[in-house]
């Protein structure tokens, strides 16, 4: 079963509560929430904050700051590095799949295809899993997408 977050609730909450005067991109969703601090800076870094406020639609699997934090000692940091933003591309479009895919679209076993160009296979059977990561808050909604918070940050080609 899928559990919404407070911060999910709240974003939630502020994006209806604003109306349409405000623009409540994928970008702007993940920073009301709070807990995406490392995967945004990690999006300035790779140069992708324009395509994550683009028109989309885009489906974005979002690992928290603690995700991030579970990765060995040095590779956020190794990561953020100018001379890395190839490898941080390919990590961080791995999260992202072309179009709305909303948590009632997904299937047991379906396989579907990344930004990067890999694919991410998503599994039913204990709750919903994208690769090996576990999706914790889903269907965060954004006007150019949707968000789905995840507690790993999942690698191309694993």
Do not use: C, R
């Not at 911060?7 to 920073?31: L, M, N, P």
């Not at 940091?77 to 999260?95: A, G, R, W």
Request: glycine share 10%; net charge negative.
């Amino acid at each position: 079963m899928l559990k919404f977050s407070k911060y999910a609730i709240a974003t939630v909450f502020a994006a209806g509560f604003a109306g349409s005067a405000w623009a409540a991109d994928i970008v702007d969703t993940a920073k009301g929430a709070g807990q995406f601090n490392t995967l945004l800076a990690a999006a300035t870094a790779a140069g992708l904050v324009d395509t994550l406020k683009g028109d989309g639609p885009l489906t974005v699997f979002a690992p928290t700051d603690d995700a991030f934090a579970a990765l060995p000692e040095g590779t956020v940091e190794s990561l953020l590095k100018p001379e890395n933003k190839d490898q941080l591309v390919k990590i961080l479009t791995y999260h992202v799949v072309p179009g709305k895919v909303m948590s009632s679209d997904l299937k047991d076993g379906m396989m579907a295809k990344t930004v990067e160009g890999g694919e991410v296979k998503i599994d039913l059977a204990d709750g919903a899993m994208v690769n090996d990561a576990k999706v914790v808050t889903a269907d965060i909604a954004a006007d150019n997408g949707v968000i789905h918070v995840i507690d790993k940050v999942i690698m191309p080609g694993s």
